[in-house]
């Protein structure tokens, strides 16, 4: 086993909840961020809205007086503009350079910057290095010989100080939304997996042999799985069944010859006895054998097949081999389209035995067929020797189920190739060749699909 | 002609060697993978029985060792395993024949010889050399049809030269494939031994060439 097998994977749990987490927590992320980004905006907006009606107000109340100099007639409603470094200021600078300030800029002086006669709005620092936010215009008036700058400042303080308020308020009302939704979705998982736990526990009592099978009832989803889960142990329980079966008929057919056995021991043995017994056994143990391998290939398994024509050419190339000395020729017609559905030790253990047989009674040729029919795959193995009539085939091919009248080496290779294709859901047919000899047939209907 | 037996059940390989032995062949035997794959990989065999269960090397990973060196000894493989695929396994590794267990000792001693007789290159089981004959199935030898006796060692040496005919087979090359690996012999009783067969089959058949070996005469035509 590799490493990678043996560590469970990501619980799905995990992988619902750091999923949706990970994502609430982005959501979330984003969506206050984009909120305190706008709330920001509109304060500062309204900030400097304010500032541009202060500073409206302030040109409507400067005159210019018969002398040139440039006064403000009426205070502007602040009280913080008469408070000394209130961090709320207005000034006014004559084309002479002589200042107009705020009671509250004292004597310091808030560097004025060319413009022209457009409200702009900037931002510097204050006398107390307070953060301010300034809107400025030239004003002319007539008689004066230079544009008159004026100016206001706002303490930008006051905003930020709203602003990291709203913030404080936004993430925990957003957190506590998060931690709600957290839990939601926990509820949600342990809610929607319960099935699964369900069936764990359902297979943990079909092991544990409280059980035969799932019983749960499950959502639509897992359903196909608990049936496929089913199929599999009931499948199983066949085979179990089955090879309970034939251990059981192997058993009891060796007892009959080991009876025997052990009779003539006591007495003088007699050898062709002996040989009758122990080919006896033989025969029962390959018919069993051949059964109990073929039992894994029973269970139609869907997605594997075989090439007919690969299988029988290196059979061929085998048995030329073992029967070099009878010079047999081997003739195939099998199309690229003959398929096996099925294991290919099932289709080697058909062939093969089918090919031996003809290669034993063939005078010279022995000929493979195969033909996919639309509805099912045949093949057909024929000989030109004189070999066994049908009916004899047959009636080996039945032989190996009963050990009486059994002839040693005859035809217990065709009752293993009968047990598999019945195996298969197949039928094996045995009929005269062309060629002169035996021809014998096995048909495998195509499993439906769907 | 001399055989390897490779089994690891020590009563079918004595069973094996006593009945092989009976038939004609030096035997040896060897009841495990690596011993048998070591012997027939330095010692010339005539045909080897291979068991494909072994302990520590099995029985395929013999062969293709076997056929990777380019050993080209003929191998029976012994199998308890019947199924064709487990055959087809066995044959792609390199065997030439197989024999299912359990078997009949007559079966494999038959296989055995065909296998011989293919190898060096006939295709019928009785092998002519002018007034004799080897039937190999029996093991019987005859002179102008009628049979002649021979003892165990004589009977190797005569089917080795009478599967090699024409050719001059160095004595040690006789040696080996006469005499199993614990036999204690030297040329001389070989010497003493082929005097005895050409008493018995007529002195000019077998030709001494000298320094080289000797030869069995193939009539002309």
């Known amino acids: ?48 809205h304010r500032l541009d009606a202060m ?51 004292w004597d310091a002086v808030i560097a004025p910057v060319d413009g022209g ?45 709203g602003v990291r308020r709203f913030d404080l308020l936004l993430v925990s009302a957003l957190g506590l939304l998060g931690a709600g939704l957290a839990v939601a979705i926990l509820i949600q998982v342990r809610f929607g997996l319960r099935p699964l736990r369900a069936m764990a526990a359902d297979l943990k009592a079909v092991r544990d042999g409280e059980q035969p099978r799932l019983s749960g009832h499950y959502p639509r989803e897992v359903a196909p799985l608990a049936r496929a889960m089913n199929d599999v142990l009931d499948k199983d329980a066949e085979l179990i069944e089955r090879a309970r079966t034939h251990v059981g008929n192997l058993a009891h057919g060796l007892k009959t010859p080991l009876a025997v056995l052990s009779a003539e021991a006591e007495s003088t ?62 003739t195939f017609a099998i199309p690229h389209t003959a398929w096996f559905r099925g294991h290919a030790e099932d289709l080697e253990e058909i062939l093969g035995n089918l090919m031996e047989n003809a290669c034993k009674w063939a005078h010279s040729t022995v000929r493979v067929s195969a033909e996919d029919t639309g509805d099912g795959l045949v093949i057909t193995v024929e000989d030109d020797g004189p070999g ?22 005859w035809g217990l290779g065709l009752s293993i190739v009968s047990d598999l294709v019945e195996l298969y859901g197949g039928n094996t047919a045995f009929g005269r060749s062309a060629l002169g000899g035996l021809a014998v047939s096995v048909g495998f209907a195509h499993p439906r699909s769907g | ?100 267990k359990p078997f009949e000792m007559e079966e494999v001693i038959y296989r055995l010889r065909a296998l011989i007789r293919r190898a060096s290159g006939h295709s019928q089981p009785e092998l002519a050399c002018g007034p004799l004959r080897l039937d190999t199935n029996a093991g019987r030898v005859t002179l102008n049809g009628d049979p002649i006796q021979l003892t165990a060692h004589e009977f190797r040496i005569l089917s080795y030269l009478i599967h090699h005919p ?51 005469i193939k009539p002309e035509g």
């Open chain 1, 1 to 48: 086993m590799t490493e990678d097998a043996e560590r469970p994977a990501l619980s799905l749990s995990v992988r619902l909840v750091a999923g949706a987490m990970v994502w609430l927590g982005l959501m979330l992320a984003i969506g206050g961020g984009a909120l305190a980004l706008a709330f920001r905006e509109t304060v500062e907006r309204e900030f400097s």
């Open chain 1, 55 to 105: 500073l409206r107000g302030m040109i409507a109340a400067t005159e210019i007086a018969p002398d040139g100099s440039v006064t403000l007639v009426r205070p502007l409603g602040d009280p913080r503009f008469e408070q000394v470094y209130s961090g709320w200021y207005w000034q006014l600078a004559e084309p002479s350079g002589r200042l107009v300030r705020s009671r509250s800029l």
């Open chain 1, 117 to 161: 006669a457009e409200l702009r709005t900037r931002r510097t620092v204050g006398p107390r290095d307070e953060a301010l936010l300034v809107a400025e215009r030239d004003l002319h008036f007539p008689g004066l010989d230079g544009p008159v700058h004026a100016l206001i400042a706002g303490n930008t303080g006051e905003v930020q100080e």
């Open chain 1, 269 to 330: 043995p007699d050898v062709t006895v002996l040989r009758r017994q122990v080919q006896a056994m033989r025969s029962l143990i390959e018919h069993h054998l051949g059964r109990a391998s073929a039992v894994a290939g029973a269970g139609r398994s869907l997605g594997v097949r075989v090439p007919v024509g690969e299988v029988a050419h290196s059979l061929a190339a085998i048995l030329a081999r073992v029967f070099v000395e009878r010079n047999l020729s081997f």
């Open chain 1, 388 to 409: 066994m009539t049908p009916e004899q085939a047959a009636e080996a091919s039945r032989r190996g189920k009963r050990l009486d009248e059994m002839a040693p080496g």
């Open chain 2, 1 to 100: 002609m001399r055989v390897l037996v490779v089994e690891d059940e020590p009563t079918l390989a004595l069973r094996l060697q006593q009945m092989l032995e009976t038939a004609g062949f030096a035997v040896d035997v060897a009841y495990d993978g690596e011993e048998g794959w070591h012997l027939g990989d330095t010692e010339p065999y005539d045909a080897v029985v291979l068991d494909l269960g072994l302990p520590r090397i099995d029985g395929v990973t013999i062969l293709q060792r076997w056929r990777e060196a380019g050993r080209t000894v003929p191998v029976l493989i012994l199998t308890a395993r019947s199924r064709w695929s487990e055959k087809i396994a066995g044959f792609n590794a390199g065997a030439d024949d197989y024999v299912t």
């Open chain 2, 166 to 216: 024409g050719r001059i087979v160095s004595r040690t090359e006789l040696m080996e494939h006469v005499y199993d690996r614990h036999f204690d012999s030297d040329s001389n009783t070989l010497e003493v031994l082929l005097g005895r067969i050409r008493r018995k089959v007529g002195a000019e058949l077998i030709q001494t060439v000298r320094g080289q070996g000797y030869m069995l």
